[in-house]
């Protein structure tokens, strides 16, 4: 009887040693944003490309788009308490449906014109702009995220880029659900719940007649600080 008591108090004391260390069941680690996903609306999107001279395979025009102050957001993640600590991580995916994939960059199809391709926002000490799709990039900030806190920025910024697929005279316009961010605080888990960050985009491209634009050509746009 008082091996048996011996070995079970043995048993209890391991396991509440390896709790300290390892992660606690009874918990998703997935990160959500106060009120749900939290999406930022960047719908005033307007290139009027009249320049002949740029208007080659290829060429690149860059512009700024100010994310219009709507920089951070309210969250937390389902996690145990303090002193747990871990790093958060980033996966960004686009539901849009895949155009093709040049190099590194996976384009996406925004109508029959345009394809778009996306870079994305890891902040805390990443402060990285990864490109569209990533999966578990770490923002290199070990600390605990159980109760709510601001100042989220992961997912609030980046880089559009657009890309002619089909050449057109007059405008191209476009409105659509272009991005969405999750965070977790374990790896693997990358695309599970809601997003913690989304981007609409809308706006239009203008041709004017005398200026055909060639398929291949790209325009790059900056969104947030």
Not at 2 to 8: E, F, G, I, P, T
Not at 18 to 26: D, E, K, Q, V, W
Not at 129 to 140: L, R
Not at 197 to 220: L, M, R
Request: with cysteine; charged share 15%.
């Amino acid at each position: 009887m008082h091996r048996k008591s011996a070995l079970s108090a043995s048993v209890l004391l391991y396991l509440s040693l390896l709790a300290g260390s390892a992660p606690a069941f009874g918990y998703s680690y997935h990160c959500t944003a106060q009120g749900g996903t939290h999406n930022f609306v960047i719908d005033n999107i307007q290139k009027d490309i009249s320049d002949k001279d740029k208007d080659k395979a290829g060429a690149i025009i860059t512009d700024a788009e100010d994310f219009q102050g709507q920089g951070s957001y309210t969250g937390h993640c389902d996690e145990p308490p303090y002193p747990f600590t871990a790093e958060a991580y980033a996966t960004a995916v686009s539901p849009l449906q895949p155009s093709e994939k040049i190099g590194d960059t996976q384009w996406y199809k925004l109508n029959d014109y345009l394809d778009a391709s996306f870079q994305v926002f890891v902040g805390g000490n990443s402060q990285t702009f990864p490109q569209v799709p990533f999966y578990d990039v770490s923002n290199k900030l070990p600390m605990n995220r159980s109760q709510m806190s601001s100042g989220w920025g992961t997912g609030n910024s980046g880089k559009i880029s657009l890309r002619i697929r089909k050449p057109f005279i007059g405008f191209s316009q476009f409105s659509v659900l272009a991005l969405q961010t999750y965070l977790n605080t374990q790896q693997g888990i990358q695309v599970s719940g809601e997003a913690i960050a989304s981007v609409t985009i809308g706006g239009q491209i203008t041709i004017p007649q005398n200026c055909e634009f060639s398929p291949d050509k790209i325009i790059t746009i900056d969104f947030g600080n």
